[in-house]
């Protein structure tokens, strides 16, 4: 089945160890987002790719990285957590156009704590 | 500036009776609107859109309405199903203020309870 994997499920890191999230999608989507989720929150937008094109939301704060080396892969990169770094982080993914573009396909998350 | 609300953190039914999910917004330049279902320990999935030239959708035992005018939309579910418990997302996109790559604006959720 096509579908969007997110690993780890769950990442345990230290205060200001770096950690990378990763995301792969076998649906061959040119766009690519990263969400982070607190609890009770809405999710919020952190940036996405459309294929190479990097877009960062104003918002979205320095320690916060992502790399896309091809089509199917998409990390997140955090490089110095603080505690309130602690979240879900959602991985979805996009066709761009088509019937409904706006459509996403969401990863299952990755629960990130930081000690 | 939370332009996308779900004032309801939570809703409880009866099986077999209607749901109703609010979501107001607040951004005119929003012209399409989805919803997102979320099990715990999974990631939203698309449930159902509706675009701002239309009032209403119907998929299945799931609408959704449009009120342009009051900047607010609803979920019906009939009749509602234990199955159909879950957190629903409202989201909304400006497609005209930005290239075609979906940026999608989440509300809160809200948590629906379906009580067999």
């Known amino acids: 089945d096509a579908m969007v994997i997110q690993n780890p499920r769950y990442q345990v890191t230290q205060f200001g160890k770096p950690v990378t999230l990763s995301c792969s999608q076998t649906l061959n989507h040119n766009v690519m987002y990263w969400y982070q989720q607190k609890s009770s929150q809405a999710p919020k937008l952190l940036f996405h790719y459309y294929d190479k094109d990097f877009n960062n939301e104003a918002d979205t704060p320095d320690n916060f990285q992502s790399r896309r080396p091809n089509t199917s892969f998409c990390f997140l990169d955090i490089r110095s957590p603080g505690l309130g770094d602690a979240a879900m982080y959602l991985c979805?993914?996009?066709?761009?156009?088509?019937?409904?573009?706006?459509?996403?396909?969401f990863g299952p998350g990755t629960r990130l704590t930081v000690t | 500036d939370q332009q996308v609300k779900q004032n309801s953190p939570s809703l409880s039914v009866q099986e077999g009776r209607i749901s109703i999910l609010n979501c107001d917004y607040t951004n005119s330049m929003f012209d399409y609107f989805l919803w997102y279902k979320k099990y715990p320990a999974e990631g939203p999935t698309f449930l159902i859109s509706?675009?701002?030239?239309?009032d209403k959708n119907e998929d299945g035992r799931f609408t959704v309405f449009l009120n342009k005018s009051a900047k607010h939309l609803s979920l019906h579910i009939v009749p509602s199903q234990p199955g159909d418990s879950a957190v629903y997302f409202c989201a909304a996109s400006a497609s005209r203020s930005s290239s075609n790559t979906g940026k999608l604006i989440f509300g809160q959720g809200t948590t629906l309870q379906v009580k067999p």
């Open positions: 509706i675009s701002s030239i239309k």
């Open positions: 979805a993914t996009s066709g761009g156009g088509g019937r409904r573009p706006h459509e996403q396909y």
